[in-house]
């Protein structure tokens, strides 16, 4: 057996890829999630540029304006906001000898971010990108239970469908399991990822371990910029991170879910990749979105959606595993309630 006999086939995209846009899909700090990705290809002699669709006030910032929506965040960007991960994660890299600008885009509709991602493509030659969610709610059609924060995974999404002049578009999420917080049913994520399968966009799952060097950069530029932000700390990258570690139910390692009960497992070390125009493909709303040039748009096109749907799926959660030694025995919860059962004779 080759060595290569029984890698994801993400990883031969990977190879392929000479200048790949590593970009946040969904807002905030999805582009960390993507940090060990941006470490690998690097190490394997590839360009890099790393993006992010932002909930900063880049307006607010010292950023250089590249376009209506596109920013440029250098290390030396000087701003008075509490919340900007992009500045910190710059200077973070700049101290680990890979100084980088971090090209953020606004909260916006699909036309000026498409805009944005053209001139990006065109400045630097990309022939890849890869968009990073945060979560598994990119997946998610509009016929689900629950849509999660679909507004900047579907305008990402969007971008992606009509995007020329790239040879590969990919999509990767990390973090099963965070999004349902946000209402998603992991058992119709599951659902979703085997119909991709069916139609050949599946490009494979594998495991974030700590011995990782990788990992452990990553987790290195997380606590950088929590320190320099403690009232914004990321709570997908820090229960990735917990999980990658080995820690598992309701571990806490922010303040910020103190109020909620956590399920922190294995399953959320994984990446899973996709042919992002074939994930785009199945949404059902997203060609109402092609003109919209705000995110309020986005927000009322997805209620108006969700209104008129017929077809709005009812949740189901993952089967649950309840074998009893005693008919006290407690089940192992996933997504709901077992209902009790014999134990299997």
């Given at each position: 057996?080759?060595?290569?006999?029984?890698?994801?086939?993400?990883f031969?995209?990977?190879?392929?890829?000479?200048?790949?846009?590593?970009?946040g899909a969904?807002g905030g700090?999805?582009?960390?999630?993507?940090?060990?990705l941006?470490f690998?290809l690097t190490g394997?002699?590839k360009?890099?540029?790393?993006a992010?669709?932002?909930?900063?006030s880049?307006?607010?910032t010292?950023?250089r304006?590249?376009?209506?929506?596109?920013?440029?965040?250098r290390?030396?960007?000087?701003s008075d906001l509490?919340?900007?991960?992009?500045?910190?994660?710059a200077?973070w890299?700049a101290?680990?000898?890979h100084?980088?600008s971090?090209?953020?885009?606004p909260?916006t509709?699909v036309?000026?971010?498409?805009?944005a991602y053209?001139?990006?493509?065109?400045?630097?030659e990309v022939?890849?990108?890869l968009l990073?969610?945060?979560?598994?709610?990119?997946?998610m059609?509009g016929d689900?239970?629950g849509?999660g924060t679909?507004e900047e995974?579907?305008?990402?999404?969007?971008?992606?469908q009509?995007?020329d002049?790239?040879?590969q578009?990919?999509?990767?999420?990390?973090?099963?399991g965070?999004?349902?917080f946000h209402?998603?049913a992991?058992a119709?994520?599951l659902e979703?990822v085997?119909?991709?399968t069916r139609?050949?966009a599946y490009l494979?799952?594998?495991?974030?371990?700590p011995?990782?060097p990788?990992?452990?950069r990553?987790r290195e530029a997380?606590?950088?910029?929590?320190e320099?932000?403690?009232?914004?700390p990321?709570?997908?990258?820090s229960?990735?991170l917990d999980a990658?570690e080995?820690?598992?139910g309701?571990?806490?390692?922010?303040?910020?879910t103190r109020?909620?009960?956590?399920?922190?497992n294995?399953?959320?070390?994984?990446y899973?990749a996709?042919k992002?125009?074939r994930?785009?493909?199945r949404?059902?709303?997203?060609?109402?979105?092609r003109?919209?040039t705000?995110?309020g748009?986005v927000?009322?096109i997805?209620?108006?959606?969700?209104?008129?749907?017929?077809?709005i799926?009812?949740w189901?959660?993952?089967?649950?595993?309840?074998?009893?030694?005693?008919?006290s025995?407690p089940p192992?919860?996933?997504?709901g309630?077992c209902?009790?059962r014999?134990?299997?004779?």
């Amino acid at each position: 057996m080759t060595p290569s006999a029984l890698l994801p086939p993400i990883f031969s995209r990977f190879d392929q890829a000479r200048t790949v846009l590593l970009a946040g899909a969904g807002g905030g700090y999805d582009l960390f999630c993507g940090l060990p990705l941006y470490f690998a290809l690097t190490g394997l002699g590839k360009q890099v540029i790393l993006a992010n669709f932002s909930f900063t006030s880049l307006d607010l910032t010292q950023a250089r304006q590249l376009g209506d929506a596109l920013y440029e965040v250098r290390p030396d960007t000087r701003s008075d906001l509490r919340y900007f991960p992009e500045v910190h994660l710059a200077r973070w890299l700049a101290n680990q000898s890979h100084p980088q600008s971090i090209y953020a885009f606004p909260r916006t509709g699909v036309r000026p971010l498409r805009s944005a991602y053209e001139q990006l493509v065109e400045l630097f030659e990309v022939d890849t990108v890869l968009l990073v969610d945060g979560g598994t709610d990119s997946l998610m059609r509009g016929d689900e239970a629950g849509l999660g924060t679909p507004e900047e995974d579907a305008v990402s999404l969007a971008v992606m469908q009509e995007l020329d002049g790239v040879e590969q578009k990919l999509l990767v999420c990390l973090g099963f399991g965070v999004d349902t917080f946000h209402g998603v049913a992991h058992a119709q994520y599951l659902e979703a990822v085997a119909d991709l399968t069916r139609q050949g966009a599946y490009l494979g799952a594998w495991s974030l371990t700590p011995d990782m060097p990788e990992v452990q950069r990553y987790r290195e530029a997380l606590t950088f910029v929590h320190e320099r932000m403690p009232d914004f700390p990321s709570i997908v990258s820090s229960s990735v991170l917990d999980a990658v570690e080995g820690h598992f139910g309701d571990h806490h390692t922010t303040t910020a879910t103190r109020t909620s009960k956590l399920f922190i497992n294995p399953l959320m070390g994984l990446y899973w990749a996709f042919k992002a125009e074939r994930v785009a493909a199945r949404n059902l709303y997203l060609d109402q979105l092609r003109d919209t040039t705000t995110i309020g748009e986005v927000t009322r096109i997805i209620e108006a959606f969700r209104a008129s749907c017929s077809t709005i799926r009812p949740w189901t959660s993952i089967p649950c595993e309840a074998r009893y030694l005693t008919p006290s025995s407690p089940p192992f919860l996933m997504e709901g309630p077992c209902p009790r059962r014999p134990p299997i004779q």
